[in-house]
């Protein structure tokens, strides 16, 4: 029970702070409404609730770290549980009498309305919890601030060409951190101390608080009047605390513990493989597309700030990042965040920012440096997406006549005057089908099942050809009807949209879905993962709604009803697969490719990073076009050397000439790693074979 | 100040080049056309001008195949203020001298300053029209030029000559420029800026329609490069290859 004054400080202080802590709420809510407008999100409360649901069970940080995530589950189960405990706190310091101390057992007597309570053990019940969470808070927290300040765990700081918010590099998320954590600690801690005097002066131990029962021995010694001086301190540390730390919460990382799960339940709604548009549907017609400003943003990108915890995990799945290059998804998130703290009265108040994106929250060269992995994305506990900001950001710059990188730009020059980019006449196309032995269907002319989209890369790489004329004859020969466009065909503009050039793949659309429309198909099949994404995810917009497959899936169907006979099993090969970041991480085709392998009898191992946690090989968002090759170990190098020590530690098996055989189903891949497999000087003990390659050799004569 | 970029459309070499049945010519039925790489950089260098000391730009180029629109479409993109197209009943393959007096009959409506030009275009590799085009409307020429800049009425040009050495020159407008090279490498003109101006620009036309004075030379046969024979095409892999390189260094007594 709180003294006359202290109540009427409390009271006092909770009115004023915590006017204006709601005042600082409705600011952010203002800041991230200033985001243009997102697509419109379905059934909100449900996704809510599932957020909700998937916090409430600590999901999505399970995703990697698991120690450290175990310590933020002890974390976030006792500060969520704090919740209640603040009540109860706070009304024992008003309510004579309340007291929650050895079961309730004077509960009765203040409000006999609870005694059912009481009597049900409920009391103890919830002081048992109380104890037990306060606890593993503390050890969670201690954790986290040892890991932070005493290991100086390397994961949470960023490369030095990082590009960062003068305030991030000047150390302000360690301040941070050391607020958030020194509150949590003082906090919780007090509270528990409390408990611990209260018991001492009692004289006797509540064993439903176990811990603070047995701390309380301790402090047995200490005079009465002391140890109620005692509580008073530590109840004003533990609640009015909170009054104290309410108006820091909106400007600290803190504020995730509410924006995480918003930003979770009103997140995308849409395939991954979907991006959203770039300019918001309904604007009018003078909305520049993209990203100049914060304020160009969709607001979900606005509500991304507010929910990065600043953990760096995107950081540590980016390719980019990995190589040393400048770029670090994290680093956008937390700039863009500092950025609108700097900003934060004027952002609230109407005011568009007075910072270039690129200037403040990721520099341009970082911008370029984007794969568009889906990494960041998919490890993100909170739901953030700094892909889609640096997609956004592209595209102003495309718009807006900034230099780009002159391979990119030639790529795109390319791809508008020849539809593919490669600075090939159209015409030149469908030169690999010479010398097949066999005529492909005109999809201008003839029916068939399947039209076959080739891609740029199988259809004019030298490297790739030869697989691509590999796929049309087993294809053929197990009597898949099928066809293709030949010169109408054109690149699909999957990675011409990640470039940011919005207008050159609506145009690469529009082409081929001119091309689609004189022909006769039902289905569509490729061996490109980016054509498939596009394809599959994006044309459905713009009216192109067939289903679209992959060769992995296609080839499974084909050897599950034997008209693919396997007349030798593989199963002398030592290999590992390489999971496509377009078809993996964004369309989940894991399993096919494994089943097929399966099939044909490969003795698969995975490499550590597999399926959703697959590494970026490197070529994607228009990386394969880059006319400078940036320093430091490339993604595909890096992954060979993974593949190659998951290799060796099994014993079994081996390709022709005692070879690991890396596994590929992606043509870009065929390229990337045949040349990493020699750059790393590996050429000795690894080959990259493209999954046709396997079904070739398994249904081959016996023997061969 | 009027700027004024004369530019051509011509084979992309991007496809194979096939020649007509008659073997006179390339048949222009199996090839796309494109602008002319140097007057690319023209177009770059006039807009750099322009964006350095004001002007307006306007480009100016004879729609052989009447697909010149695209091209004339981008170069409004990239900052030209004015395109104009000079159409007729057309057949590709129209020679230098024909090509630069309907230019220049064009650009004389213009009240130029300065007229810049691809040195040369890979279809012809004539180099003439910049020249001619000074002749026809009576201005200095200076071709191989890699910078321009304008002030005070007086063009300052760059020009690069073997061996590294770099030559400046100070020429008092009106003169025609032929471009080597712009200043800085030509800038990306993003497709939906092309397509927003494709829907509201206007195209100004000039029609031609003269047999006048051609070049007095004209192409008698023209023929794919033949294989002399001489060449011993080595198959197989890179490795299989480099033995047989070896093999063949070792056995001349090379090695
Ligand atoms: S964006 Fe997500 S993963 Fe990256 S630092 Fe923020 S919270 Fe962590
Ligand atoms: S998409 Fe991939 S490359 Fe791009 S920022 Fe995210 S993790 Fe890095």
Same mark, same amino acid.
């Given at each position: 029970?709180?003294?006359?004054?202290?109540?009427?400080?409390?009271?006092?202080?909770?009115?004023?702070?915590?006017?204006?802590?709601?005042?600082?709420?409705?600011?952010?809510?203002?800041?991230?409404?200033?985001?243009?407008?997102?697509?419109?999100?379905?059934?909100?409360?449900?996704?809510?609730?599932?957020?909700?649901?998937?916090?409430?069970?600590?999901?999505?940080?399970?995703?990697?770290?698991?120690?450290?995530?175990?310590?933020?589950?002890?974390?976030?189960?006792?500060?969520?549980?704090?919740?209640?405990?603040?009540?109860?706190?706070?009304?024992?310091?008003?309510?004579?009498?309340?007291?929650?101390?050895?079961?309730?057992?004077?509960?009765?007597?203040?409000?006999?309305?609870?005694?059912?309570?009481?009597?049900?053990?409920?009391?103890?019940?919830?002081?048992?919890?109380?104890?037990?969470?306060?606890?593993?808070?503390?050890?969670?927290?201690?954790?986290?601030?040892?890991?932070?300040?005493?290991?100086?765990?390397?994961?949470?700081?960023?490369?030095?060409?990082?590009?960062?918010?003068?305030?991030?590099?000047?150390?302000?998320?360690?301040?941070?951190?050391?607020?958030?954590?020194?509150?949590?600690?003082?906090?919780?801690?007090?509270?528990?101390?409390?408990?611990?005097?209260?018991?001492?002066?009692?004289?006797?131990?509540?064993?439903?608080?176990?811990?603070?029962?047995?701390?309380?021995?301790?402090?047995?010694?200490?005079?009465?009047?002391?140890?109620?001086?005692?509580?008073?301190?530590?109840?004003?540390?533990?609640?009015?605390?909170?009054?104290?730390?309410?108006?820091?919460?909106?400007?600290?990382?803190?504020?995730?513990?509410?924006?995480?799960?918003?930003?979770?339940?009103?997140?995308?709604?849409?395939?991954?493989?979907?991006?959203?548009?770039?300019?918001?549907?309904?604007?009018?017609?003078?909305?520049?597309?993209?990203?100049?400003?914060?304020?160009?943003?969709?607001?979900?990108?606005?509500?991304?700030?507010?929910?990065?915890?600043?953990?760096?995990?995107?950081?540590?799945?980016?390719?980019?990042?990995?190589?040393?290059?400048?770029?670090?998804?994290?680093?956008?998130?937390?700039?863009?965040?500092?950025?609108?703290?700097?900003?934060?009265?004027?952002?609230?108040?109407?005011?568009?920012?007075?910072?270039?994106?690129?200037?403040?929250?990721?520099?341009?060269?970082?911008?370029?440096?984007?794969?568009?992995?889906?990494?960041?994305?998919?490890?993100?506990?909170?739901?953030?997406?700094?892909?889609?900001?640096?997609?956004?950001?592209?595209?102003?710059?495309?718009?807006?006549?900034?230099?780009?990188?002159?391979?990119?730009?030639?790529?795109?020059?390319?791809?508008?005057?020849?539809?593919?980019?490669?600075?090939?006449?159209?015409?030149?196309?469908?030169?690999?089908?010479?010398?097949?032995?066999?005529?492909?269907?005109?999809?201008?002319?003839?029916?068939?099942?399947?039209?076959?989209?080739?891609?740029?890369?199988?259809?004019?790489?030298?490297?790739?050809?030869?697989?691509?004329?590999?796929?049309?004859?087993?294809?053929?020969?197990?009597?898949?009807?099928?066809?293709?466009?030949?010169?109408?065909?054109?690149?699909?503009?999957?990675?011409?949209?990640?470039?940011?050039?919005?207008?050159?793949?609506?145009?690469?659309?529009?082409?081929?879905?001119?091309?689609?429309?004189?022909?006769?198909?039902?289905?569509?099949?490729?061996?490109?993962?980016?054509?498939?994404?596009?394809?599959?995810?994006?044309?459905?917009?713009?009216?192109?709604?067939?289903?679209?497959?992959?060769?992995?899936?296609?080839?499974?169907?084909?050897?599950?009803?034997?008209?693919?006979?396997?007349?030798?099993?593989?199963?002398?090969?030592?290999?590992?697969?390489?999971?496509?970041?377009?078809?993996?991480?964004?369309?989940?085709?894991?399993?096919?490719?494994?089943?097929?392998?399966?099939?044909?009898?490969?003795?698969?191992?995975?490499?550590?990073?597999?399926?959703?946690?697959?590494?970026?090989?490197?070529?994607?968002?228009?990386?394969?076009?880059?006319?400078?090759?940036?320093?430091?170990?490339?993604?595909?190098?890096?992954?060979?050397?993974?593949?190659?020590?998951?290799?060796?530690?099994?014993?079994?098996?081996?390709?022709?000439?005692?070879?690991?055989?890396?596994?590929?189903?992606?043509?870009?891949?065929?390229?990337?790693?045949?040349?990493?497999?020699?750059?790393?000087?590996?050429?000795?003990?690894?080959?990259?074979?493209?999954?046709?390659?396997?079904?070739?050799?398994?249904?081959?004569?016996?023997?061969? | 100040? &009027?700027?004024?970029?004369?530019?051509?459309?011509?084979?992309?070499?991007?496809?194979?080049?096939?020649? &007509?049945?008659?073997?006179? &010519?390339?048949?222009?039925?199996?090839?796309?056309?494109?602008? &002319?790489?140097?007057?690319?950089?023209?177009?770059?260098?006039?807009?750099?001008?322009?964006?350095?000391?004001?002007?307006?730009?306007?480009?100016?180029?004879?729609?052989?195949?009447?697909?010149?629109?695209?091209?004339?479409?981008?170069?409004?993109?990239?900052?030209?203020?004015?395109?104009?197209?000079?159409?007729?009943?057309?057949?590709?393959?129209?020679?230098?001298?024909?090509?630069?007096?309907?230019?220049?009959?064009?650009?004389?409506?213009?009240?130029?300053?300065?007229?810049?030009?691809?040195?040369?275009?890979?279809?012809?590799?004539?180099?003439?029209?910049?020249?001619?085009?000074?002749?026809?409307?009576?201005?200095?020429?200076?071709?191989?030029?890699?910078?321009?800049?304008?002030?005070?009425?007086?063009?300052?040009?760059?020009?690069?000559?073997?061996?590294?050495?770099?030559?400046?020159?100070?020429?008092?407008?009106?003169?025609?420029?032929?471009?080597?090279?712009?200043?800085?490498?030509?800038?990306?003109?993003?497709?939906?800026?092309?397509?927003?101006?494709?829907?509201?620009?206007?195209?100004?036309?000039?029609?031609?329609?003269?047999?006048?004075?051609?070049?007095?030379?004209?192409?008698?046969?023209?023929?794919?490069?033949?294989?002399?024979?001489?060449?011993?095409?080595?198959?197989?892999?890179?490795?299989?290859?480099?033995?047989?390189?070896?093999?063949?260094?070792?056995?001349?007594?090379?090695?």
């Amino acid at each position: 029970m709180l003294t006359i004054p202290e109540r009427f400080v409390f009271t006092f202080l909770l009115t004023v702070l915590g006017a204006v802590t709601a005042a600082g709420f409705y600011g952010i809510f203002n800041i991230v409404r200033s985001g243009r407008a997102a697509p419109p999100r379905q059934e909100t409360l449900r996704h809510l609730i599932a957020a909700f649901i998937d916090v409430g069970l600590q999901k999505p940080i399970f995703r990697t770290r698991t120690v450290l995530s175990i310590f933020h589950a002890f974390i976030f189960f006792g500060f969520s549980f704090y919740f209640l405990v603040n009540v109860t706190d706070a009304l024992e310091g008003f309510v004579k009498g309340f007291e929650l101390i050895y079961g309730g057992e004077a509960i009765p007597a203040v409000a006999p309305a609870l005694t059912p309570v009481v009597n049900l053990g409920l009391v103890n019940l919830f002081n048992l919890v109380a104890d037990v969470l306060s606890v593993l808070t503390l050890t969670g927290m201690a954790a986290f601030i040892l890991r932070r300040f005493l290991g100086r765990d390397k994961r949470l700081r960023f490369n030095d060409n990082v590009l960062l918010h003068p305030q991030v590099e000047q150390g302000h998320v360690h301040v941070d951190s050391a607020i958030v954590g020194g509150f949590i600690m003082i906090h919780v801690g007090s509270r528990f101390l409390g408990q611990v005097f209260r018991l001492a002066e009692n004289g006797r131990p509540d064993w439903f608080m176990p811990f603070a029962s047995v701390l309380s021995y301790i402090f047995r010694s200490v005079p009465p009047n002391i140890l109620n001086v005692g509580q008073h301190i530590t109840w004003w540390l533990a609640i009015g605390l909170i009054l104290l730390f309410f108006p820091y919460f909106v400007r600290s990382k803190h504020i995730h513990l509410m924006a995480a799960p918003l930003n979770i339940g009103l997140g995308k709604q849409a395939p991954r493989g979907q991006l959203d548009p770039a300019v918001p549907p309904g604007a009018d017609d003078d909305v520049e597309p993209g990203a100049k400003l914060l304020q160009d943003l969709a607001w979900p990108r606005l509500l991304d700030a507010y929910a990065c915890i600043m953990c760096n995990r995107c950081q540590d799945v980016c390719p980019a990042h990995s190589q040393g290059l400048s770029l670090s998804p994290s680093a956008l998130e937390v700039n863009k965040r500092y950025l609108i703290n700097e900003e934060y009265f004027a952002l609230a108040g109407g005011n568009r920012s007075h910072h270039l994106l690129t200037e403040v929250v990721i520099s341009p060269e970082a911008v370029w440096s984007c794969t568009t992995c889906y990494a960041c994305v998919r490890i993100c506990p909170v739901g953030n997406e700094p892909m889609a900001d640096i997609i956004d950001i592209r595209r102003r710059m495309i718009i807006g006549g900034a230099e780009i990188d002159n391979g990119i730009q030639s790529a795109l020059e390319s791809l508008a005057k020849n539809g593919n980019w490669f600075g090939k006449g159209s015409r030149a196309r469908a030169r690999w089908t010479k010398g097949l032995g066999f005529k492909i269907k005109d999809a201008a002319k003839e029916t068939a099942e399947y039209l076959w989209f080739v891609g740029d890369t199988a259809s004019f790489d030298a490297r790739v050809t030869p697989l691509t004329q590999k796929v049309a004859a087993i294809l053929h020969q197990a009597g898949v009807d099928y066809s293709i466009l030949g010169r109408l065909e054109q690149n699909s503009g999957n990675d011409a949209r990640r470039v940011g050039e919005e207008g050159l793949f609506e145009q690469l659309v529009e082409n081929n879905l001119a091309a689609f429309g004189k022909s006769q198909f039902n289905q569509i099949i490729t061996t490109d993962p980016h054509s498939l994404n596009t394809l599959r995810n994006e044309y459905p917009q713009y009216g192109g709604m067939w289903p679209v497959h992959h060769y992995s899936k296609v080839l499974l169907q084909l050897v599950e009803s034997c008209r693919l006979e396997i007349k030798n099993k593989l199963s002398h090969y030592r290999a590992t697969y390489h999971d496509p970041c377009y078809l993996g991480r964004y369309n989940g085709g894991y399993a096919a490719p494994r089943q097929l392998l399966a099939l044909l009898g490969v003795n698969l191992i995975e490499m550590p990073r597999n399926r959703e946690n697959s590494y970026c090989c490197g070529a994607g968002g228009g990386q394969i076009w880059l006319g400078t090759t940036p320093e430091g170990e490339r993604p595909s190098e890096n992954r060979i050397r993974e593949a190659i020590t998951a290799l060796s530690q099994s014993a079994n098996g081996s390709g022709p000439g005692g070879k690991l055989i890396f596994v590929v189903a992606c043509p870009k891949d065929v390229v990337m790693y045949t040349d990493a497999v020699k750059t790393t000087g590996n050429e000795d003990k690894v080959v990259v074979k493209d999954i046709i390659e396997l079904v070739e050799e398994a249904i081959g004569e016996a023997g061969d | 100040m &009027n700027i004024v970029v004369a530019i051509k459309h011509i084979p992309s070499l991007a496809d194979e080049l096939e020649v &007509n049945d008659e073997g006179t &010519n390339l048949d222009y039925d199996m090839v796309d056309f494109v602008l &002319n790489e140097f007057d690319e950089q023209a177009i770059e260098q006039a807009v750099l001008v322009k964006e350095a000391s004001g002007g307006a730009v306007t480009v100016v180029g004879v729609d052989v195949i009447e697909e010149l629109d695209g091209v004339l479409h981008t170069a409004l993109a990239k900052g030209a203020d004015k395109a104009v197209k000079i159409v007729g009943d057309l057949e590709p393959g129209i020679d230098s001298h024909t090509h630069a007096r309907w230019l220049a009959d064009a650009i004389k409506e213009m009240d130029a300053d300065i007229i810049l030009t691809g040195v040369q275009a890979a279809d012809d590799l004539d180099g003439q029209i910049g020249p001619m085009l000074a002749a026809h409307l009576d201005m200095p020429y200076l071709g191989v030029v890699t910078g321009v800049e304008v002030a005070h009425r007086v063009a300052t040009l760059y020009k690069e000559y073997a061996g590294g050495m770099m030559g400046k020159y100070a020429v008092s407008l009106p003169l025609v420029v032929g471009v080597q090279a712009a200043t800085k490498p030509p800038r990306y003109a993003p497709i939906s800026k092309i397509r927003q101006i494709a829907k509201t620009a206007v195209i100004e036309e000039i029609e031609v329609d003269d047999d006048g004075p051609g070049a007095a030379v004209m192409l008698r046969k023209m023929s794919p490069p033949v294989s002399t024979g001489h060449a011993n095409m080595l198959p197989g892999d890179a490795e299989a290859v480099a033995e047989k390189i070896i093999a063949i260094i070792k056995e001349r007594g090379l090695l």
